[in-house]
């Protein structure tokens, strides 16, 4: 085998790896290609973003509302939602006398964290 040939081998086999790496870059670019056009959302139209507005403005509306009103949390609970001024009055007047105010904090507290009913003695059919 003499340089000549040598040559011309080495020259087939780099052609061969610059062809291998080309196609293998063009297959990447693909998919990044085709990921990315079919997980790009849809672009926001006009009558879109108006919409998406409004419903920010009520949810901001609603959240204010739950925050200056009154309002029952859960009834059967006796848990009710107060604005922030409100309850920190009605907390001064309730620690006006602590020992009171102590036994009045467990007694919701575990009237609004009932224990869950016990177990059935008696598994039932389907366990």
Avoid at 45 to 71: I, T
Avoid at 91 to 109: C, G, S, Y
Wanted: aromatic share 6%; charged share 25%.
């Amino acid at each position: 085998m003499n340089h000549a040939e040598t040559d011309n081998n080495n020259c087939g086999r780099s052609f061969a790896i610059f062809v291998a790496v080309a196609g293998a870059l063009m297959i990447f670019a693909a998919l990044v290609w085709t990921t990315k056009k079919y997980t790009t959302p849809a672009p926001l139209g006009a009558a879109r973003a108006a919409e998406r507005s409004k419903a920010l403005a009520d949810l901001r509306a609603a959240n204010a509302e739950a925050l200056e009103n009154v309002g029952w949390v859960d009834q059967s609970k006796g848990v009710v939602r107060l604005p922030i001024a409100e309850a920190m009055r009605l907390t001064e007047q309730a620690w006006q006398n602590p020992a009171k105010a102590r036994a009045d904090l467990i007694a919701r507290e575990e009237k609004a964290s009932a224990p869950p009913p016990k177990v059935p003695e008696k598994p039932s059919q389907y366990e």
